[in-house]
């Protein structure tokens, strides 16, 4: 079974400008999730997606950031403009969903964004 | 609310020696806890899970955590380190209803002298 995938892997700009990051999940996997990992910290989560909608966007940057899922399937997050502490590593988790049973999430390797 | 505190940035332990990883938790429901490991360049693997299940919870890599309501802890355990070890752990904490995203700790760095 293939794992999440995530593009591009590393990816280094200037600030102010924008980025997307590319992110396709596990086949069949009804809920999607963004995570920010700072360096030194732990993941935090930006947005969570059920299908093609949102479920927890509250720590998502609005004015910067923006995600969307079009078609319940892949997934991209785009930065517009990026900032030096967006500096980061952008990781996009899936999972299946079955109500109120736990369903473990599967991460993709990330991508590494530099902010310069 | 949900919070995790992982005590200890670092660890470092013999090879074959005793690993102990500190993760205290609040949460205003009964939680779901976790354990993930982090390699160099690599996403988080899950290592265990507790799910209101048993307490004791046994995980891949010969690590294991006990679920301690009244001490708020969830604590990762293995009796002999491996060199292979050595790499980030968090511990993380979802809500059994609702929203669950996990919340994730600091992190804590186990390194593993030969």
């Known amino acids: 079974e293939a794992g999440v995938a995530q593009s591009p892997r590393y990816k280094i700009i200037e600030k102010r400008q924008s980025v997307a990051f590319w992110c396709n999940p596990i086949?069949?996997?009804?809920?999607l999730y963004w995570y920010q990992q700072i360096l030194g910290q732990g993941p935090k989560l930006l947005i969570q997606?059920?299908?093609?909608?949102?479920?927890?966007d509250s720590q998502l940057p609005k004015d910067r950031f923006s995600a969307e899922r079009l078609k319940g399937v892949d997934s991209t997050l785009k930065i517009q403009p990026a900032k030096l502490e967006d500096s980061a590593v952008y990781l996009c988790?899936?999972?299946?969903?079955?109500?109120?049973?736990?369903?473990?999430?599967?991460f993709g390797p990330g991508t590494r964004l530099t902010v310069l | 609310a949900q919070s995790v505190t992982q005590l200890g940035s670092h660890v470092s332990v013999s090879e074959g020696a005793l690993v102990l990883l500190r993760c205290n938790y609040s949460?205003?429901?009964?939680?779901?806890l976790f354990w993930y490991v982090q390699y160099p360049n690599q996403g988080l693997q899950l290592l265990l899970k507790y799910t209101s299940a048993a307490t004791l919870v046994k995980g891949i890599n010969g690590f294991e955590a006990e679920f301690k309501k009244s001490e708020t802890s969830f604590h990762l355990t293995k009796p002999s380190a491996h060199m292979s070890d050595a790499a980030e752990y968090f511990c993380?904490?979802?809500?059994?209803?609702?929203?669950?995203?996990?919340?994730f700790g600091s992190g804590t760095r186990l390194q593993v002298q030969p």
């Open positions: 993380a904490v979802s809500g059994y209803t609702g929203r669950r995203a996990l919340t």
């Open positions: 086949s069949g996997h009804a809920t």
């Open positions: 997606f059920q299908n093609n909608g949102v479920v927890d």
């Open positions: 988790a899936s999972s299946s969903y079955s109500g109120r049973a736990y369903n473990e999430q599967f």
């Open positions: 949460s205003s429901v009964p939680p779901y």
